[in-house]
């Protein structure tokens, strides 16, 4: 098994990298941060990664660099690169298929109604507003969305959920959540009424495992929220 975790040096793209192999490489997102090029032309994770690469083994010419997942912009955390075609291909078909198990931890404004359990959902999507909408009831169109969580953590304000995704639906754990009136600390989208001062969200990608996608081990990442990230978290021990 290969594990890895941040050390907590600074913001920097080399102190963020949480794993790397001839095949891999993983990083911290940073809130705010964008995985991949959109239209708004800002820099983005994926040729920070490249540049890097490029430099640290001296390539000549483009650096090949495939993205077989993202995570929304606000949120922190984990993601995976590939840094060949013969990984990006396996490990498109690990997520398509829930062979990479994540967890996420997320500050909401109250707790659930239970402290542990299931929550399943029928989402659809509007891609206009960029907003998915969770029902309780199946309808056209809609597709399935499941997650379990738990309580770790409570304060006067704000409760700590660890989640564990059993589906992978477009803003899937925002909109479960907030379908079900709980709302994460910074999310102005989903109904939050403050943002963070960092412009993200408290929603972090904590742990993903999974079969390396060509050696066949067992890989698992660890990611400690942001430096200098919401100082909630903090207040949290985390």
């Not at 095949?23 to 990664?49: F, R």
């Not at 996420?104 to 999507?125: M, N, Q, S």
């Not at 704000?158 to 909109?175: C, F, M, S, V």
């Not at 698992?220 to 909630?232: C, H, S």
Request: with cysteine; charged share 30%.
């Amino acid at each position: 098994m290969a594990e890895a975790k941040l050390i907590k040096k600074n913001g920097s793209l080399e102190s963020r990298i949480l794993y790397e192999d001839n095949h891999l490489i993983i990083v911290n997102k940073l809130p705010g941060e964008i995985v991949q090029k959109d239209k708004t032309g800002d820099v983005c994770l994926a040729d920070d990664i490249k540049a890097y690469l490029k430099k640290k083994y001296n390539k000549p010419g483009n650096v090949f660099l495939g993205i077989p997942h993202r995570l929304d912009r606000p949120t922190s955390g984990i993601v995976v690169f590939c840094r060949t075609e013969k990984a990006l291909v396996r490990m498109n078909t690990l997520f398509r298929d829930g062979g990479v198990d994540k967890t996420y931890w997320a500050v909401t404004d109250k707790g659930l109604e239970r402290e542990e359990g299931e929550l399943v959902h029928y989402i659809t999507r509007n891609e206009s507003k960029n907003k998915s909408f969770a029902y309780a009831d199946p309808r056209p169109g809609a597709k399935e969305a499941r997650l379990l969580f738990k309580e770790i953590g409570k304060s006067e304000r704000y409760t700590l959920l660890e989640i564990k995704l059993l589906t992978g639906r477009h803003h899937q754990i925002r909109a479960q959540l907030a379908a079900c009136g709980v709302h994460i600390k910074g999310d102005l989208k989903y109904g939050f009424p403050r943002s963070n001062e960092d412009g993200g969200i408290c929603l972090h990608s904590r742990e993903a495992v999974f079969k390396h996608p060509v050696t066949g081990l067992e890989v698992k990442i660890t990611a400690p929220v942001p430096v200098g990230g919401d100082r909630v978290w903090a207040f949290f021990g985390v």
